[in-house]
């Protein structure tokens, strides 16, 4: 088997065990709110995981960049064995966590794997330690902080929004050419009437039913599925090139040979990723659904949408920042508003702990597996 199709599968191997992992950051609010059940949700990440992973192959060049070459000096001669020992100690490592339901992130398992790779090879000596630090160390330690801090921030106004918002809604009546508000006991209100005519996309909830109306509708319930939609597209934007990435370490620059490549490359991540959320998705999202705290309606909102504003803005600036940091960090700041007692600190506990550990633990798995494949290959 040639070494490159060998990296090709590791990377799709790679893609499958960030999707068990990841999948549960953008969807857990869902189900901790009791907008849906857990298939359900997992579905809707997996379509828009794919969606956004797809599309990092346009609006991601920077982030494929930093992972392939901007961490290792211009001239090293890399043999084909380090991106084979990175993808093994980061995918082991995921695999492991998603198994055993801890969130980590694939960013920091990557970040670990490289390292550990380096030191093994090269002494550490082709690694450039400024560029880890401040491309990849300090958004990743940064992340947490940020995303407590938006949530703690967003959540009175999503609050207020949502105490006026419930049980209301607002529907498109294609037949009637007209908008209309209705409030929580069934009372309507025109918005607005026009001579042409639209088209009903949606499900009419109980409200607009007790209100005898059909037609397109915004509720809250709609907010809470595109604020997870985004988020788990920003998580394929932000995660898909940093795994494909590894597929250029070595080559002379950090261009693909040929658009077929670059296309084959992203499409068989973003497919891989897909199964490995649909299919191995269930365990993670369990832990942040209701294990860290309780949520309704308006807390699982402002979760959701820090996650994704924060995660959008860092892959499209090309921030590798870890969705896993940004969704549990935002699900115990929604907690700490309900008072300490309102967070399980065991369960927060054993998620830092896996946060810490996911660095060396990545490290020393790519080491074994160099040294196992610098003497096989």
């Known amino acids: 088997m040639e070494l490159s199709f060998l990296a090709f599968l590791l990377v799709l191997a790679l893609a499958y065990a960030n999707g068990t992992n990841d999948v549960s950051k953008a969807v857990a609010t869902l189900v901790g709110s009791g907008v849906t059940n857990y298939r359900a949700a997992i579905l809707w990440g997996t379509i828009w995981t794919i969606v956004g992973a797809g599309a990092s192959a346009f609006i991601a060049s920077a982030m494929v ?13 890399i043999q084909p064995v380090v991106a084979l020992a990175v993808l093994i100690g980061a995918m082991a490592w995921v695999l ?7 969130p980590v992130s694939t960013t920091h ?24 630090g401040k491309k990849i160390a300090l958004p990743l330690l940064l992340s947490p902080f940020l995303a407590l ?77 595109i604020s997870s939609g985004l988020a788990s597209f920003a998580r394929g934007i932000n995660d898909a090139p ?30 891989a990723m897909g199964l490995g959320s649909y299919f191995g998705g269930l365990r993670v999202t369990e832990v942040l659904a209701e294990k860290v705290t309780k949520m309704n309606h308006a807390e699982g909102l402002s979760a959701n949408l820090t996650t994704s504003s924060l995660a959008l803005v860092a892959g499209t600036l090309g921030l590798p920042v870890s969705t896993t940091h940004l969704s549990s960090s935002a699900i115990i700041g929604i907690g700490l508003l309900n008072g300490l007692n309102a967070v399980r600190w065991t369960t927060v506990r054993d998620m830092v702990l896996a946060w ?21 290959l």
């Open 109 to 132: 398992a990557l970040t670990g794997a490289i390292v550990g790779t380096g030191l093994m090879a090269f002494g550490g000596e082709a690694l450039i330690w400024s560029a880890i």
């Open 242 to 271: 940093k795994i494909v990435a590894i597929l250029l370490v070595g080559a002379t620059t950090a261009a693909w040979p040929s658009l077929l490549s670059q296309l084959t490359a992203f499409g068989g991540v973003a497919l």
């Open 96 to 102: 492991f966590a998603s198994r055993t339901g801890l």
């Open 65 to 77: 960049k930093t992972f392939s070459h901007g961490l290792i000096q211009t001239g090293t001669t």
């Open 356 to 376: 810490i550990v996911t660095l060396p633990a990545a490290a020393f798995l790519a080491c074994i597996a160099y040294l196992i494949l610098s003497r096989v």
């Open 149 to 225: 801090t938006v949530s703690l921030l967003l959540h009175p106004g999503v609050r207020l929004l949502a105490a006026r918002w419930e049980g209301a809604c607002v529907c498109v009546m294609p037949a009637s050419r007209a908008l209309v508000a209705i409030d929580a006991g069934g009372g309507t209100r025109t918005l607005l009437q026009t001579p042409s005519f639209g088209q009903p996309v949606m499900a009419v909830p109980s409200q607009c039913n007790r209100a005898g109306l059909q037609g397109l509708v915004v509720g809250l319930d709609t907010i809470h599925w």
